[in-house]
């Protein structure tokens, strides 16, 4: 059985439980925050956890290494809209240890890319147009030099509502201990 088919019988009996009830909130962050961090999967519950939060208390925004890599880009639109419709009045990027993204080969994975079927003809297309697929996919050389990137990033863009807070962390994959980051 493909995991798919198991997570969608599995809903069936979430939803015919009523097990969604115990997290039942509305789109507000009661904590008033948006948190971007990565989408490492030792994250999912440990963060909330470290954190001392609950469904319903933050804007949580995932993506590989808590990278903010354009400022008019997806991610920064998604703080942004947090800060302006959703009530956040606080940002925080959290970074951590062990990140996959600071040890990410891109030419690895445009190998990858190849095995699995991406034509030579499609990545030559791409170089043609400008696209640095090597530049795309490389992550980052220091996890703390990237939260200071994102959170630097972030305070300088000219959208970000004034006197907004925004602070850096790097979190422990293992104990959930947060370092603050100087940024």
Same mark, same amino acid.
């Not at 208390?57 to 809209?81: E, Y």
């Given at each position: 059985? @493909?995991?798919?088919?198991?997570?969608?019988?599995?809903?069936?009996?979430? #939803?015919?439980?009523?097990?969604?009830?115990?997290?039942? @909130?509305?789109?507000?962050?009661?904590?008033?925050?948006?948190?971007?961090? +990565?989408?490492?999967?030792?994250?999912?519950?440990?963060?909330?956890?470290?954190?001392?939060?609950?469904?319903?208390?933050?804007?949580?925004?995932?993506?590989?290494?808590?990278?903010? *890599? !354009?400022?008019?880009? @997806?991610?920064?639109? *998604?703080?942004?809209?947090?800060?302006?419709?959703?009530?956040?009045?606080?940002?925080?990027?959290?970074? !951590?240890?062990? +990140?996959?993204?600071?040890?990410?080969?891109?030419?690895?994975?445009?190998?990858?890319?190849?095995?699995?079927?991406?034509?030579?003809?499609?990545?030559?297309?791409?170089?043609? *147009?400008?696209?640095?697929?090597?530049?795309?996919? !490389?992550?980052?050389? @220091? #996890?703390?030099?990237? #939260?200071?990137? *994102?959170?630097?990033?972030?305070?300088? !863009?000219?959208?970000?509502?004034?006197?907004?807070?925004?602070?850096?962390?790097?979190?422990?994959?293992?104990?959930?201990?947060?370092?603050?980051?100087?940024?």
């Amino acid at each position: 059985m @493909s995991v798919v088919k198991e997570m969608l019988e599995f809903n069936k009996r979430f #939803v015919q439980e009523k097990q969604y009830e115990q997290f039942v @909130s509305d789109k507000f962050p009661d904590k008033k925050v948006v948190i971007l961090t +990565c989408m490492d999967t030792r994250l999912t519950e440990l963060l909330p956890q470290a954190l001392g939060i609950k469904n319903g208390d933050a804007k949580i925004i995932k993506n590989a290494g808590a990278v903010l *890599s !354009h400022p008019f880009g @997806s991610a920064m639109r *998604s703080i942004l809209v947090a800060l302006y419709a959703l009530g956040a009045e606080e940002v925080i990027v959290i970074g !951590h240890y062990d +990140c996959g993204m600071a040890a990410i080969e891109p030419n690895v994975v445009i190998e990858e890319m190849e095995r699995r079927g991406i034509e030579q003809q499609t990545l030559q297309t791409l170089k043609a *147009s400008g696209v640095n697929l090597e530049q795309w996919l !490389h992550g980052f050389d @220091s #996890v703390e030099a990237n #939260v200071v990137h *994102s959170v630097d990033l972030i305070n300088n !863009h000219p959208l970000l509502p004034p006197g907004t807070n925004v602070y850096g962390f790097v979190i422990d994959p293992n104990t959930g201990r947060l370092d603050p980051v100087k940024a």
